[in-house]
T-cell receptor, first 114, second 116 residues
Framework: AQSVTQLDSQVPVFEEAPVELRCNYS??????LFWYVQYPNQGLQLLLK??????LVKGINGFEAEFNKSQTSFHLRKPSVHISDTAEYFC????????????FGGGTRVLVKP | DAGVIQSPRHEVTEMGQEVTLRCKPI?????LFWYRQTMMRGLELLIY????????DSGMPEDRFSAKMPNASFSTLKIQPSEPRDSAVYFC??????????????FGPGTRLTVT
């Protein structure tokens, strides 16, 4: 079975500073990888996903992530954060044999300070 | 498109009462997922359906929980009887199925359930 580990439960960061959220996964088969964001009192929405091809994936709101197969990682980055990026971020994986069933990490809460 | 619709948005009930949560997936989507989110356990998949058929219900906590999808545009999650430990936010999500496509899931706004 696959699993996802988000190494940081909380990340405080100042406005306009860069941020990196770490995600590692384990799976014995090829995976699809996703990052979702959850703003306060809302559902999750997709930031970006990796299916195949280029390992650098660009998403919405200036976020990007890099797939590293050898390190089984899919870290999320943004070069300059805004107050509005305060939210919880979830990394998730799915495998072909499981259709679109997702396995989520525990989430990383990002607090952007002025 | 209106997105995934869930009702009610908030539910407060007393222990022992029956609770029914409702979900309308995005039109044309043929996979539907029910999740539960708590501070202690994070985001847990309870059950998912493909083409209205339950595929994996291994995440359903116990027999008090049941889910149905009578047609492609409606699903329910029922808790009977409810207990305080069922208090959580319940999310419904939908996606286009085909197997192994990597299609993303679209989440509803959630139902915040409080059982007193």
């Amino acid at each position: 079975a696959q699993s996802v580990t988000q190494l940081d439960s909380q990340v405080p960061v100042f406005e306009e500073a860069p941020v990196e959220l770490r995600c590692n996964y384990s799976s014995s088969v090829s995976v699809y990888l996703f990052w979702y964001v959850q703003y306060p009192n809302q559902g999750l929405q997709l930031l970006l996903k990796y299916l195949s091809g280029s390992t650098l994936v660009k998403g919405i709101n200036g976020f990007e992530a890099e797939f590293n197969k050898s390190q089984t990682s899919f870290h999320l980055r943004k070069p300059s954060v805004h107050i509005s990026d305060t939210a919880e971020y979830f990394c998730a994986v799915s495998i072909k044999a499981a259709g679109n069933k997702l396995t989520f990490g525990g989430g990383t809460r990002v607090l952007v300070k002025p | 498109d209106a997105g995934v619709i869930q009702s009610p948005r908030h539910e407060v009930t007393e222990m022992g009462q029956e609770v029914t949560l409702r979900c309308k997936p995005i039109s044309g989507h043929n996979s539907l997922f029910w999740y539960r989110q708590t501070m202690m356990r994070g985001l847990e998949l309870l059950i998912y359906f493909n083409n209205n058929v339950p595929i994996d219900d291994s995440g359903m906590p116990e027999d008090r929980f049941s889910a149905k999808m009578p047609n492609a545009s409606f699903s329910t999650l029922k808790i009977q009887p409810s207990e305080p430990r069922d208090s959580a936010v319940y999310f419904c999500a939908s996606s286009l199925h085909p197997l192994g496509s990597g299609n993303e899931q679209y989440f509803g706004p959630g139902t915040r359930l409080t059982v007193t």
